[in-house]
T-cell receptor
Framework: DTGVSQDPRHKITKRGQNVTFRCDPI?????LYWYRQTLGQGPEFLTY????????KSRLLSDRFSAERPKGSFSTLEIQRTEQGDSAMYLC??????????????FGPGTRLTVT | KNQVEQSPQSLIILEGKNCTLQ??????????LRWYKQDTGRGPVSLTI?????NTKSNGRYTATLDADTKQSSLHITASQLSDSASYIC????????????FGSGTRLQVQP
């Protein structure tokens, strides 16, 4: 499978615990995005990387959230001291961008987080 | 504020029937508009992408239209199939200073036999 993959697919954790999700983008894609989606809503942008540089962060990304893409390939999203309001589907997407280019974002299957 | 609004919120149709989903947006500047299909528990999959100069684009039984003057788009599904049951999300790209996308809340379509 050469698409975007995410791990784990499901995570159940207790309030206050830390969780980390991983995203492996399509190999030649230089941009990687994280989104959060709650039930019945469209995805909301959290952050994106171009190669290893984190270029933009949403106000939704509180201090408890941190994302990394250390070698410009896979990325991790960590949530510290989880709260029940963090329960959502976390989606990763990747794209290849070039100057003036018109890029398509390909989404992974998502990680569903449930905080009890 | 950049916004994308979709209607209806949900829709039930019989297999074989046609339907049209609506999208209004206020994203500026505008780069392109996309329709995605999202099956339950899965990531969105792109159906069509249109720039401001395109006013219609088809992908099989899916036809999207765009009116950049009124900032409206529609997605028409012809001869619906049970596998069309999903959420259809309108997504607009081009908000100032943003590389990512502004998503609508989606229309949940259920096709019944």
């Amino acid at each position: 499978d050469t698409g975007v993959s995410q791990d784990p697919r499901h995570k159940i954790t207790k309030r206050g615990q830390n969780v980390t999700f991983r995203c492996d983008p399509i190999s030649e894609h230089n941009r990687l995005y994280w989104y959060r989606q709650t039930l019945g809503q469209g995805p909301e942008f959290l952050t994106y990387f171009q190669n290893e540089a984190q270029l933009e962060k949403s106000r939704l990304l509180s201090d408890r959230f941190s994302a990394e893409r250390p070698k410009g390939s896979f990325s991790t999203l960590e949530i510290q001291r989880t709260e029940q309001g963090d329960s959502a589907m976390y989606l990763c997407a990747s794209s290849f961008s070039s100057t003036g280019g018109f890029y398509e974002q390909y989404f992974g299957p998502g990680t569903r987080l449930t905080v009890t | 504020k950049n916004q994308v609004e979709q209607s209806p919120q949900s829709l039930i149709i019989l297999e074989g029937k046609n339907c049209t989903l609506q999208c209004n947006y206020t994203v500026s500047p505008f780069s392109n508009l996309r329709w995605y299909k999202q099956d339950t528990g899965r990531g969105p999959v792109s159906l069509t992408i249109m720039t401001f100069s395109e006013n219609t684009k088809s992908n099989g039984r899916y036809t999207a239209t765009l009116d950049a003057d009124t900032k409206q788009s529609s997605l028409h599904i012809t001869a619906s199939q049970l596998s069309d049951s999903a959420s259809y999300i309108c997504v607009v790209s081009g908000g100032e200073g943003r590389r990512a996308l502004t998503f609508g809340s989606g229309t949940r379509l259920q096709v019944q036999p």
